[in-house]
Every structure is written in C-alpha cells, then in structure tokens.
C-alpha cells in the first residue's frame, strides 16, 4: 500500500468502516480530531442519559429508596460482570469499585497473602508510576518484602522470575509506548515457579479483545475512563479467578466486603466472591454514567474493533513517518501492529510545544514525559479521515516551527 493517498481515499475507508457509525452516538465537536481516548474518553449520549435518570429521579425523587429500587446496591457486580465480558471473564469474577490504584493494593495484599514464604514483588521500572508507587506501599507494610524491577534488576522481566516471587504486576500495554505483553506466555512462566499475577489492563480493556480466564489469570485491574469512556474518576475494576475466592484476604475490609453490611455486625466476615474486594460506599452517578458507557460497549464487534485499531495506527505511523519524519520525529511505539496496544508514541525535541499547538488546532493527543508525543486511536470514535488531517497539522507545525513560539511551552498541572 504505497500509492499516494487524498482525502477522498481516506473519505472511502471511513465509509466501508463497520464501525462508523458509533461516532454518532459521542458527544464530539464536528471537526474536533480527538486522539485521547486513552487519557480520557469520550462522553456518549447513553452515559448522559443514564445520569440524568439517575441524578433527576432515583436521586431527586426516589431518594434513599433508590438504593434498592434502582439496584444501586448491585452495580459493582453488575457492571463488573458487563465488563468482565470484555476482558474474556466469566461472570462472577469482577467487580467495580474504588481506583485502580487502590485494587492495585488490594490485588497484591491478597497476592502476597496466597503466596506465604515468598518475599519479592516483580515489576516493570517501565510502569504506569502508581502502579510502583503502590507497590512500594505495600512493600511497606509487609516487612522483609522486597521489588524487583524489569529494566533495573533485568532487562527482561521473566529473568527476575524465581521461587522467591510471591507476585507479578505487570501492564498488558504500556501507557508511553503502547508496546503490548503476551499475557498467556508471561502469565504460564510465573506459573512456573509458583509466582501470580497481577495484569493492569488500563490501556488494553476497551482497546483489543483480552482473554483472562483463557490465560489463566489469577488477578486482573484496570480503569473505566479512558477506552470504555466512563466518565472522568468513574470507578475502576477488579478480576479475580474464582480459583481464589475461597482464600482471598485483603486489607481494606470495609462494610462493603462484608457477608452481611446490613447486619451492623462487630467483627468482618468476608462476603462471598467478589464482594470482598468492595470497601465503602461507591459513587452511584459516576457508576451510572459508566453504565451508559456500557450499553455502547455491549455491542461492540471486539475482533472488528481490534482491526481497525491496527489499521488506524499502522495508517499513522506511515504518514508521519512518510510526511514528518524530516522534521526529527521519531517512532516510540512497536512498528508491528500485533505488539502494539492502540496508541502510537512519537518523540520530538519539542514534544511539549507541538503538542500545545496541535491541541490549539484542534487535533487532542498528550505529552508524556520526558519527551513523548502520545496519540491515541479510539476505534468507535476515530476514523481515517482523521488521521489523514491530524498528518496534515503535525506536518504544518513542524514545517513552519511554529511550535517554537512562546506561548506553546506554558505547562498546566495535567499534561
Ligand atoms: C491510568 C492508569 C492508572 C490510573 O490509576 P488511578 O488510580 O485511576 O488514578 C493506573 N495504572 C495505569 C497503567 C494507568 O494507565
């Protein structure tokens, strides 16, 4: 595929594109080229409607009632299970709840505690930070525990593998790179020597099929609002194979989690399955916006969603590569569409500064740093005409530098 390609090739693929026509149901601005679904996604007309049902008549008229007439009670289970499915797990092993910061710590608390005698928690020097830092925490309260990190104490994480390894936590896509792990392969030699895992799906659940209980997972975490697009903070989920229920421990063993919460018992009790990985009292509006989100998610074909994902961002990297790479671009990300999440990563001296001009032009990515320009590609909201412009405006602002201008390197709190 290397003829030269115009707008109206590109106006060709979008309308052959099983997937067009969910654009329509997001509240996107017409000519906004939004490629951050990865930081934040997209608000759909469901995840509005469900708000303000909720927000209107459960809350406003129902009031307490609502707790049991609207199944509030029940929608970390519920919405676990609809989320479960598009992460290959069976029902009754996922919930929604808390941040995924917080499962982070639950999911290893109750890792380490089913691995006794091991002291070490192997990850990535190359992770999403939280996940390190949280880490870091529940090495602290567990003396004598010890990390190991790819990149630091190995080059490859499976050489840190051995029988001292209670658990690994290891991210199935990498946020700055978009590199993707073989979670099957990875997963089967912790097995080996007796380790469990922890995969975070933050960048993977919403953006390619996964297959947890295929791969023998035992833990699972991942967020709600950048590809499934919850909603900004909407809760994040957990997975845990029901091998491990019977035996799981965790130590934020709040009213939630317990057998009986109405009972207003003195003592825990762990409730069944997944309920003991619920602490308090979760944001129902939040929660409902997620649903909404959801219903979407519901009929998403993941296998078309996936192809076009590769196709989006194989067409990318071509372009920038063909249009800008004169301009000292250069690809962060895996040139091979199968090892690559669905984002495309590129580094530039002035990563910052063109991405504020781009933002300005209408074309949304993110920085990440120390250097990296992150491009995300959300198969039901992008389309090929739009990877085609968004060429068009990087090119223009590195060919005029007019990314060089001032005013394109005043940095806000979030980048
Ligand atoms: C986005 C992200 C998180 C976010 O954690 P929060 O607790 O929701 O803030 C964690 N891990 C990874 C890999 C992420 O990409």
Not at 190 to 218: I, K, M, Q, R, T
Not at 224 to 251: D, M
Not at 377 to 394: I, K, S
Request: hydrophobic share 45%; net charge negative.
């Amino acid at each position: 595929m290397t003829a030269p390609l115009d707008a109206a090739a590109f106006d060709a693929m979008d309308a052959a594109d099983p997937l067009r026509d969910y654009r329509k149901q997001f509240a996107l601005a017409d000519g906004l080229i939004y490629l951050d679904g990865n930081s934040l996604g997209a608000a759909s007309a469901a995840a509005f409607a469900e708000l303000e049902t909720a927000a209107k008549e459960e809350w406003g008229r129902d009031l307490i009632k609502s707790w049991n007439t609207a199944g509030w009670f029940q929608l970390p289970l519920t919405l676990g299970d609809r989320i479960g499915r598009l992460v290959g797990a069976s029902a009754g092993q996922t919930v929604v709840c808390d941040t995924t910061s917080l499962n982070i710590y639950k999911a290893l608390h109750a890792a380490v505690a089913l691995r006794p005698g091991r002291k070490v928690i192997v990850s990535e020097g190359g992770s999403f930070p939280t996940d390190l830092y949280v880490a870091e925490g529940v090495a602290s309260t567990l003396p004598g525990t010890r990390i190991r990190l790819e990149g630091i104490d190995a080059p490859n994480i499976a050489d840190l593998f051995d029988d001292d390894v209670a658990v690994v936590l290891v991210n199935h896509v990498n946020y700055k790179s978009g590199e993707l792990r073989d979670m099957a392969a990875l997963t089967k030699r912790a097995h080996e020597v007796g380790a469990l895992v922890v995969w975070d799906l933050c960048h993977s659940a919403g953006a390619l099929p996964v297959d947890l209980d295929g791969a023998n997972v035992d833990f699972a975490v991942g967020c709600t609002y950048k590809y499934l697009n919850g909603g900004p903070g909407s809760p994040a989920f957990i997975y845990a194979a029901r091998r491990h229920h019977e035996n799981i421990v965790q130590p934020l063993s709040g009213w939630w989690g317990h057998a009986r919460p109405f009972a207003f018992e003195q003592s825990f009790a762990a409730g069944e399955g997944m309920v003991r990985f619920l602490c308090g009292t979760q944001p129902v509006l939040s929660l409902r916006a997620l649903k909404g989100a959801l219903d979407l998610w519901d009929t998403v074909d993941m296998a078309a969603l996936r192809e076009k994902s590769i196709a989006l961002t194989d067409l990318f990297i071509r372009l920038v590569e063909e249009r800008c790479g004169q301009y000292g671009v250069v690809l962060e990300s895996p040139r091979e569409g199968a090892r690559r999440g669905s984002q495309v990563s590129f580094a530039h001296e002035g990563s910052y500064q063109v991405m504020q001009a781009l933002i300005e032009r209408g074309v949304i990515g993110d920085f990440r740093a120390p250097a990296t320009m992150r491009f995300g590609f959300t198969p039901l909201y992008v389309g090929y005409r739009d990877v085609f412009e968004a060429v068009n405006v990087l090119e223009e602002i590195l060919r005029t530098s007019v990314w060089r201008d001032v005013r394109y390197a005043v940095r806000g709190a979030v980048t």
